[in-house]
């Protein structure tokens, strides 16, 4: 396996492909407080720009961390995936081939695929690798990986990265397909992923949200009301003006974004969003706790 080189043909990125990364990056941004919502619409968008038929994005253990531990606690079978995240997968022209795949993924050990292993040796924050880089032609169309899981699921060149997510022992990871018959990846198409993925990476766990890290998201509407007013400086009794409703009643809802933010206080939940949101959130006035 390996030795082989990228593909040679469109090695460069253009100025408009260039631009369309940081659109990506920008655009992801704006969604940042839903940890779905704007994965998703990288995925997306990565598949427009390389293009690619099927997209597979994550957050997952840090691979290091679990090599260290000998692999400890993660059975035979079972994926590094951070707990409660479950992969965003699109793409898949049918349910059979998402199936084939969520097998796939599912049943195979971690430590024996040769593309984790070989991001493990890399030893760098960031790594991106493609399906040659890892697999030479001849020994990928004879393996099982391929004729066996891959073909199913009608996906056959790719492009895998993970990127550490900053102050974290945690790790984001894209995996971009191309269908079975096309043309593979190349240069292009290794450094648009490589360089997408490296500017999100560095902005998870701050305006955009890292899938394990609460945010408004899954607050209720009336929740985000009261959160919002109470970032802006009011006071319980001018939420509850602003929003029509009684004091208590906004009470209850400081009390339950408290819990949801892990804080106790107005001045922790600001210093939450400023540690989070940086430069963005300069103009936030905090009001006395009641």
């Keep these: 396996m390996g030795g082989y080189q990228l593909q040679k043909s469109r090695t460069r990125a253009s100025r408009r492909d260039l631009r369309r990364v940081y659109e990506i990056v920008e655009e992801c941004r704006s969604l940042g407080d839903d940890a779905i919502l704007w994965r ?31 692999w ?24 059979r081939e998402r199936r084939a795949w969520e097998s ?10 040769p593309e984790f292993m070989t991001l493990l040796k890399a030893r760098a924050p960031s790594v991106t690798r493609s399906r040659r880089q890892i697999w030479d032609d001849a020994s990928w169309y004879r393996s099982h990986a391929y004729n066996e899981r891959h073909k199913l699921a009608g996906i056959d060149d790719y492009i895998i990265s993970i ?11 894209i995996w971009m397909h191309r269908a079975t018959g096309d043309e593979p990846f190349g240069r292009r198409e290794w450094y648009l ?38 970032l802006a400086g009011l006071t319980e009794k001018q939420a509850a003006a602003s929003m029509g409703i009684t004091t208590p009643t906004v009470h209850e809802y400081v009390q339950a974004i408290y819990r949801h933010f892990g804080v106790h206080s107005r001045s922790e939940l600001s210093a939450h969003f400023i540690r989070r949101y940086r430069g963005a959130m300069n103009d936030v006035r905090v009001g006395e706790d009641e």
């Design 193 to 230: 992923l490589d360089l997408t993925h490296r500017e999100l990476a560095r902005h998870i766990g701050g305006p955009i949200a890292s899938s394990l890290q609460p945010t408004p998201a899954t607050l209720t509407k009336r929740q985000k009301q009261t959160l919002e007013l109470l």
């Design 104 to 113: 796939y993924a599912e049943e195979t050990p971690v430590r024996r695929t």
């Design 72 to 95: 400890e606690g993660v059975p035979p079978g079972a994926p590094a995936r951070a707990k409660k995240v479950d992969p965003i997968r699109i793409g898949f022209a049918s349910n």
């Design 40 to 70: 998703e619409r990288a995925l997306e968008l990565l598949i427009g720009l390389l293009p690619a038929k099927v997209a597979i994005g994550n957050e997952i253990a840090d691979l290091r961390d679990l090599a260290e531990k000998g």
């Design 163 to 173: 990127c550490r997510i900053p102050g974290t022992r945690r790790s984001s990871s």
